[in-house]
């Protein structure tokens, strides 16, 4: 561990820079994906077509919002696909009891929050590593989930509450999408434009250091806790709503997804670096190349593949391309 | 008092194992039956020889979560040699398969070692990929065990002294990776690498590649395991073992493996895994719906984890201030 925190200062200098080039590379790889899936095939460019293309990320998109910042800040969150089971099974449970509309939103997105606190409780209060904790509620969110349902469905939501995933705001611009452009716009003015934003970078780069200069890192690690959950709630809303039904394994293997959108949008996964516009660059890249993949009939597990090596390259693509830099400077 | 009894923690899990076996007994006297017993041991064999396998990586500070897709991926394998030509003998496969699950833990330790990138984020992104190549090899078929040879399915089956195979290859294992730990020089070696990285340093032991040689070893155990799994079972499909490394770690993490590397003891990881084979035996026999099953044991993994860090927490100290000093100002000049 020292060792880490002593190389940093020497890495710093051009970390910035290096971010900068790394968004244009995303934002370059983007178009070049776009333009690919526009030859191979000629539905893709169709107006409703793009916009169900939106569907199958927006979703998770929203949860690497947040996850990003708790990232930044040194910690992670596994458990965002169960908070997401849990969730969508109580309300469906609320549905099946007759609960309205407006109050099945407001359970969902509670019981993400609280999902959110009890992970951000159990690592900020007794100082626990927040990978083990969060495999750990990962298997009891989705173990609640598992003992409410079993095997069963639920499916009997009430007809207002589909227009959450289903609707449209304004001609082919579903409310989906424009809900993850605008909480884009938050994010990035969160993390870039205010205190809380700098702290996390702060308590990323140096708890220690961030603790000495008057940050309450137990405290602001906790509201970021929160806010993932929260966020895995509203995906859970619009999930739920999108497909109309819940069963515990809703959602499954979301979790490798999300860090795969933050790790690919150039964030650290060892804490401290990272912007909010290249992991929502990173959110459409993958959404365009499941997309596409989908297009030519690519199965689900096949494309997991992908996933999977993306994630892997992704990383090791800035750590060989260092290395060779150096070899040239030496 | 209560830090006394942590200090035992090995000795309070067997207690608590055994006042588990004996008050599920008191109730269903069938279930402390001695072949009963032999029975959960058998069954939670290949959870005890994976824990094993983890203990390691973990002793190291890393994490193996793709020990389950390994399984998985060298269990379809051997199961699709022995399908298409019957006549390759077991013993082969057997080695096939370890020598398949060593491939693919180095894989994981080389990205881990030369590349320096976390052990969580690489072993994400190989556990996606291990399971999609057994999708490629099999086309999402199964290898039913009418399609399986009977020596193929009649190895883990054999009983020896009364215990079948399957019980000998963990208890088998659980002395090798005992004496391995506690005797060799490597495995010393990675109580030191996981424990401290920077006095590993100055004793002249490489941290990364005691990491690279745990992923190995995980690596080779869970291959290992994908034949026993896959003969057990005498089914191999995609979804083979799927979300096992969870068992697999939260056994460890109950053991008191510590999850920030360097403590932890082979016995402690045996308790572990019978803990869970206990419950998961115990569930259906006391009425509880085997659902129940996946929230037990994330509750008892945090459980476990918030006992462990606090039992164990102890204050590093850098003896060597000056030396790591220097290298800091050493770093930022060049």
Known sequence: MTSDILKQPAASTSIFQRLLCWEGFLLAVTLAVFVVNAFASPYFLDIWNLSDATFNFTEKAIIVLPMAMLIIAREIDLSVASTIALSSTIMGLSAAAGVDTPMLVIIGLGVGLLCGLLNGILVTRFNLSSIVITIGTMSLYRGIAYILLGDQALNSYPESFAWFGQGYVWGALSFEFALFILLSAVFVFLLHKTNFGRRTYAIGNNPTAAWFSGINVKRHNLALFALVGLMAGLASVLLTSRLGSTRPTIAMGWELAVVTMVVLGGVNILGGSGSMVGVIIAAFLMGLVTFGLSLLNVPGIVMSIIVGAMLIVVISLPIITRRIMKRRHA | ?334
């Open chain 2, 1 to 334: 008092m209560w830090q006394k009894l942590l200090k035992h923690r090995e000795a309070l899990l067997g207690l608590v194992i055994l006042l588990m076996i004996l008050s599920i007994g008191s109730r269903v006297p069938s279930f402390i039956a001695s072949d009963n017993l032999v029975g959960i041991f058998n069954d939670t064999s290949i959870l005890i020889i994976l824990a094993l396998g983890q203990m390691m990586v973990l002793l190291t500070k890393g994490i193996d979560l793709s020990m389950a897709a390994n399984l998985a991926l060298s269990g379809m394998i051997v199961a699709l040699i022995n399908f298409h030509y019957p006549d390759v003998p077991v013993w082969l496969l057997l080695i096939l398969a370890t020598g398949l699950g060593l491939i693919m833990g180095a894989i994981n330790g080389l990205l881990v070692w030369k590349l320096g990138i976390p052990a969580i984020v690489v072993t994400l992104g190989t556990m996606s990929i291990y399971r999609g190549i057994i999708f490629l090899l099999s086309g999402g078929s199964w290898v039913n065990s009418n399609q399986m040879g009977a020596d193929f399915l009649g190895l883990p089956r054999t009983l020896i002294l009364g215990l079948p195979v399957l019980s000998w290859c963990a208890i088998a294992v659980l002395l090798l990776v005992s004496y391995f730990l506690s005797y060799s020089r490597t495995g010393r070696a990675f109580y030191t690498a996981g424990g401290n990285a920077t006095a590993a340093y100055y004793t002249g032991i490489n941290a990364g590649k005691m990491q690279f040689v745990s992923f190995c070893l995980s690596g080779m155990l869970a291959g290992f395991c994908g034949y026993l799994w896959i003969s057990r079972f005498a089914v191999a499909y995609v979804d083979v073992a799927n979300g096992f490394e969870l068992q697999v770690v939260a056994a460890c993490v109950i053991g008191g493996i510590s999850t920030m590397g360097g403590s932890g003891r082979v016995l402690g990881c045996l308790f572990g895994a019978l803990f869970l084979g206990v419950i998961n035996n115990a569930l259906p026999v006391i009425g509880v719906s085997p659902f129940w099953q996946m929230a037990i044991s994330g509750t008892v993994i945090v459980i476990a984890v918030l006992l462990n860090e606090r039992g164990n927490k102890r204050k590093g100290r850098l003896i060597l201030r000056d030396a790591a000093l220097a290298r800091q100002k050493m770093a930022v000049k060049s």
